[in-house]
């Protein structure tokens, strides 16, 4: 993306991107490619996959999706049940887990990202 300042000169504002591995969820930087996961909901007696997955170029939106699938999950049920023991449970394309995220870490009164 190129730009031009007041003088006329062009500025170029892409940021590099650097590759770095998703860890505990956590931000570890963009990644220069898309990563496909999968958020499968599961507590050890039930279960919810994920068959399509999404591709995540930010490794921050891993977390945040995790919380949107805790989040449609609890909603998409009627009546209050008990959450306790489910988790959303990440996995990158080559079925490596990533990160795990309880049901009951997630406030409900929070609105969709």
Request: charged share 25%; with cysteine.
């Amino acid at each position: 993306m190129e730009n031009k300042q007041d003088g006329g000169q062009p500025v170029n504002r892409r940021k590099k991107l650097v590759r770095r591995p998703v860890h505990a969820c956590g931000h570890q930087g963009k990644s220069s490619t898309a990563q496909r996961f999968r958020f499968h909901c599961s507590d050890g007696h039930h279960a919810v996959f994920d068959r399509v997955g999404r591709w995540v170029w930010d490794p921050l939106l891993v977390w945040i999706h995790a919380d949107q699938v805790a989040r449609s999950v609890m909603s998409s049920c009627g009546g209050r049940l008990d959450w306790t023991g489910w988790i959303v449970d990440v996995h990158d394309q080559a079925g490596r887990h990533v990160c795990s995220l309880d049901f009951t870490d997630v406030r409900m009164d929070r609105q969709a990202a």
